[in-house]
């Protein structure tokens, strides 16, 4: 369900996304292959790299929207913690 | 180029990032429909573990059998700088 | 300097810091008593784990005053980049 | 207990986890003079990335010696193994 006020910056986001599914075709295609594990790790590295700016991206459009906006309506408490706990989540 | 002797659990590691890029796909499709942030950001924090464990599938695989063979014959050191400075980028 | 309206729920912090200090002078032990690399590595591990900890309590103080007290003052943005921008920097 | 066949490159290891050590009783004083919250930050970021450092430093070590060894006596496999569960458990 679409949340209000919760909108992304679609575009940016999409074609990250797309270009991090490409890479991972990408790395499908080097196991295939039997292509060196180093190289292949080396190309596993960049897409989590890739992953880590979607995750900032996704942190930034949620801190700078849906927080802002909790934190006007006196609502900001629960925001935080539940933000902090997402950051906790994705540091492992 | 295929490198004999560094040859993959191809079956499993092509099974998982088969699974990430479904995933991937899971997480465009989320980005399309406004879905909440934090829940975009679990998916992605689910990508990064999933990739994680392939990034230690290859570990592994690279340890039991090319560095292992390496050192076999006589040019393990090598290796084991190859190694780290590979796990280094990893880590960020 | 101390900035007003920043301040930190010192004594948890204060707490968990302290713990870590300790755990590195066990780590020094340990590398003292040439114990095993497993063994001091599942401490730096332990290290590592408390450290995420601390950089969340941080963050959740650093959200939930200054830059809830920015956007109050219509400062917001330029607090959510720096916000940002730190995340990026701890995640590597 | 110490290992026979498994010490580490201890002068260096130790000038690390000194360096931390001071490091994080830096963090302590910060914290202790209400210092930004992003510098605190900062400064943890700091300390991450050297313990890092220490775990690769380790990794390096742990497989140049004691993997190796027991490689030589036919009892690589389980040393695998015991390597990339530390591994696993320090990336998270």
Redesign the interface.
Same mark, same amino acid.
């Given at each position: 369900?679409?949340?209000p006020g919760?909108?992304?910056d679609?575009v940016s &986001?999409?074609a990250r996304?797309?270009r *991090?599914?490409g890479q991972?075709?990408g *790395?499908?295609r080097m #196991?295939?292959?039997? @292509?060196?594990? *180093?190289d292949? !790790? +080396?190309q596993? +590295?960049a #897409? /989590?790299?890739a &992953?880590?700016k979607?995750? !900032?991206a !996704?942190?930034?459009?949620?801190?700078?929207?849906?927080?802002?906006d909790a934190? @006007?309506e006196g609502a900001?408490?629960q925001k935080? /913690?539940?933000? +902090?706990a997402? *950051?906790? @989540?994705? !540091?492992?």
């Open positions: 369900m679409a949340v919760c909108s992304h679609k &986001l999409q996304l797309a *991090i599914e991972v075709r *790395i499908q #196991v295939d292959e039997d @292509r060196y594990c *180093i292949v !790790l +080396t596993v +590295t #897409v /989590k790299a &992953l880590d979607v995750a !900032l !996704l942190l930034d459009d949620h801190v700078s929207r849906c927080v802002v934190v @006007r900001g408490e935080v /913690k539940e933000l +902090t997402a *950051i906790s @989540r994705y !540091l492992g």
